[in-house]
């Protein structure tokens, strides 16, 4: 049994067939987790759909509004990257409910990772690249409201930058956003989070890692949050299709243990979302979103012997 929840709803699966976006890759990671013995099924807990109140706390009204009813135009719809249907706004806020729930277990049990979500792209009045809504954003707004948390930190290491997470929480100080991406990738332009850090084509394990330490260390120095959303995006893997870095599965890995690492020592509890991955092989892009709960499980199996590191 993993000594935290992991949160997953079988109706986010789209069923997107032959489509780049592998929404069958929640399913999977679910089973893989079962199969491996890495998960129990007590392990695992179902997300209520998000409120709209919740939702609305980050996105338009009338954005809320055309998604509800069907009513995007053409223009709009196609920005989203994905196939508009009633399925996939229940599965947005299935997914919203999820990152929502991680967050409040992960305050509880120190992690907790929701197997969907990340939704990084997602701006408040419009969806794009696969993003509907923001379900990162809006668990950070509701776990404030319910005066649960304060301050948050939103580390993202999608090989795709955080544009709609850096819109959102511009010029909030209470939200910490750390963005680590492909520089000459999807968006252009790219707005400013608190930092970002522009990665060269190619970039592989050993300059990557050494960049990210680099700024974790910075950013657990410079702020301190009540929670760290950690979105996990398996993309930068050498062998994405949307991706130009060449982290290896061992490298993607260990960016992860980097992560909870720092977390770990500086007492944050880490609610963990997935974001892209779009392997040639789907079994890939499992394989690593499996190892980042693995990296978890075996963080918070760690003592709190080590200093904190600043
Ligand atoms: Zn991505």
Redesign the pocket.
């Known amino acids: 049994m993993l000594p935290f929840k992991l949160i997953y709803h079988e109706r986010y699966d789209l069923n997107l067939g032959a489509h780049v976006f592998p929404s069958q890759k929640y399913r999977m990671i679910h089973d893989k987790l079962l199969q491996d013995g890495i998960a129990q099924p007590e392990d695992f807990l179902s997300p209520e759909p998000a409120r709209d109140e919740d939702v609305l706390r980050v996105h338009s009204r009338e954005y809320v509004y055309k998604l509800k009813t069907g009513t995007l135009n053409r223009t709009e719809a196609l920005r989203l990257e994905v196939p508009y249907s009633q399925k996939l706004i229940e599965a947005c806020w299935l997914a919203a409910g999820g990152s929502i729930l991680a967050g409040r277990q992960a305050l509880n049990d120190g992690w907790a990772a929701n197997i969907g979500g990340g939704f ?1 792209h997602a701006c408040p009045d419009h969806g794009e ?1 696969f993003c509907v809504i923001h379900d990162v954003a809006i668990a950070i707004r509701r776990l404030q409201s319910d005066g649960a948390i304060r301050r948050a930190m939103v580390v993202d290491t ?3 930058q955080g544009n709609g997470t850096a819109v959102i929480f511009g010029g909030d100080g209470d939200v910490y956003t750390l963005s680590l991406h492909q520089e000459n990738n999807y968006p252009f332009p790219k707005p400013p989070s608190t930092v970002d850090v522009d990665l060269a084509d190619g970039t592989g394990d050993e300059p990557y890692l050494a960049i990210l330490e680099k700024h974790l260390h910075q950013a657990f120095h410079d702020f301190a949050p009540d929670l760290l959303y950690y979105v996990a ?1 398996a ?1 930068p893997y050498r062998e994405d299709q ?2 130009g870095l060449a982290l290896t599965i061992d490298g993607l890995a260990k960016r992860d243990s980097l992560v909870f690492d720092y977390a770990r020592r500086n007492d944050v509890p880490v609610a963990i979302t997935l ?4 392997a040639r092989l789907v079994t890939d892009t499992v394989v690593i979103h499996a190892g980042t709960v693995i990296a978890a499980r075996d963080a918070a199996a760690q003592k709190r012997s080590t200093p904190r590191l600043q």
Request: charged letters at 15%.
């Open positions: 990084h690249g999608d090989v795709h995006g993309d949307l991706g974001a892209g991955g779009y």
